[in-house]
């Protein structure tokens, strides 16, 4: 029996050519042909059995043979914003990851600490794209180009809003403690989570983002870097919102 070959088709129902990139994936090295069968994916939720109606040299149409809406594992969005690191490769691990635990959106913020200025996400998008049809989930995460700390605190965000941070002089409180109060885990808000760089967010960045509606959270007793505590957040996320 063939395995399923997935694709990444945004707006799949309202168009019959497959993107170029994933279109010259189907061809080149799946060698799929007419008639062959596929699905799509349109990263808002739904899949589409479709099959290969024309497979040309650099182009690949199909038809829509049925469409499968899928039911979201978890509740509410999840939205990390995270310092990015020095390394790239360890920003593309934790892309990766989040993605197939299952994120709403990622930003990245420039901070006082931080080590990385600029941040390309083109690279960054495809490695979403990559893990996401990995793990057969139709949702694509949002990734957002990096802004200063300030700039990102100016937009007015709904839901629950947290920074995690070090400082001991600032009371903070236990995040999956308060993710799994019942109140908070059978709604459908949408959950924030700052994460700093290596250094940490500045005294003032903390005290900043509490004015601005942020709570001060810790992510538990052990000390991580940035990218393990991003995931780590996104994972405890993922466990106190999960659809039963």
Same mark, same amino acid.
């Given at each position: 029996?063939?395995?399923?070959?997935? *694709?990444?088709?945004?707006?799949?129902?309202?168009?019959?050519?497959?993107?170029?990139?994933?279109? $010259?994936?189907?061809?080149?090295?799946?060698?799929?042909? !007419?008639?062959?069968?596929?699905?799509?994916?349109?990263?808002?939720?739904?899949?589409?059995?479709?099959?290969?109606?024309?497979?040309?040299?650099?182009?690949?149409?199909?038809?829509?043979?049925?469409?499968?809406?899928?039911?979201?594992?978890?509740?509410?969005?999840?939205?990390?914003?995270?310092?990015?690191?020095?390394?790239?490769?360890?920003?593309?691990? *934790?892309?990766?990851?989040?993605?197939?635990?299952?994120?709403?959106?990622?930003? *990245?913020?420039?901070?006082?600490?931080?080590?990385?200025?600029?941040?390309?996400?083109?690279?960054?998008?495809?490695?979403?794209?990559?893990?996401?049809?990995?793990?057969?989930?139709?949702?694509?995460?949002?990734?957002?180009?990096?802004?200063?700390?300030?700039?990102? $605190?100016?937009?007015?965000?709904?839901?629950?809003? *947290?920074?995690?941070?070090?400082?001991?002089?600032?009371?903070?409180?236990?995040?999956?403690?308060?993710? !799994? $109060?019942?109140?908070?885990?059978?709604?459908?808000?949408?959950?924030?989570?700052?994460?700093?760089?290596?250094?940490?967010?500045?005294?003032?960045?903390?005290?900043?983002?509490?004015?601005?509606?942020?709570?001060?959270?810790?992510?538990?007793?052990?000390? $991580?870097?940035?990218?393990?505590?991003?995931?780590?957040?996104?994972?405890? !996320?993922?466990?106190?919102?999960?659809?039963?």
């Amino acid at each position: 029996m063939k395995e399923s070959r997935f *694709f990444y088709v945004p707006d799949a129902s309202s168009q019959n050519e497959m993107p170029m990139d994933e279109g $010259l994936h189907a061809l080149r090295v799946l060698r799929l042909k !007419s008639g062959d069968e596929m699905f799509l994916m349109d990263g808002a939720g739904k899949y589409y059995r479709a099959e290969v109606t024309i497979a040309a040299t650099k182009r690949c149409l199909y038809r829509i043979i049925e469409e499968i809406p899928q039911q979201k594992a978890w509740r509410g969005r999840i939205h990390l914003v995270m310092s990015p690191t020095k390394m790239m490769d360890r920003v593309e691990w *934790f892309a990766e990851k989040a993605t197939e635990v299952g994120v709403d959106e990622l930003s *990245f913020i420039g901070c006082r600490f931080s080590e990385r200025k600029m941040l390309r996400t083109v690279r960054l998008d495809k490695i979403v794209v990559s893990a996401m049809k990995q793990s057969r989930k139709p949702w694509k995460p949002v990734v957002n180009q990096m802004v200063p700390f300030k700039e990102f $605190l100016q937009v007015p965000r709904s839901g629950m809003k *947290f920074i995690a941070h070090c400082y001991e002089e600032v009371e903070r409180e236990d995040l999956f403690s308060i993710l !799994s $109060l019942k109140e908070n885990a059978g709604n459908d808000d949408e959950i924030t989570i700052l994460i700093g760089p290596e250094g940490d967010f500045s005294i003032d960045e903390v005290r900043m983002a509490m004015d601005a509606g942020y709570r001060s959270i810790s992510l538990g007793s052990a000390r $991580l870097r940035t990218e393990t505590a991003a995931l780590y957040a996104v994972m405890m !996320s993922q466990l106190a919102r999960r659809v039963e």
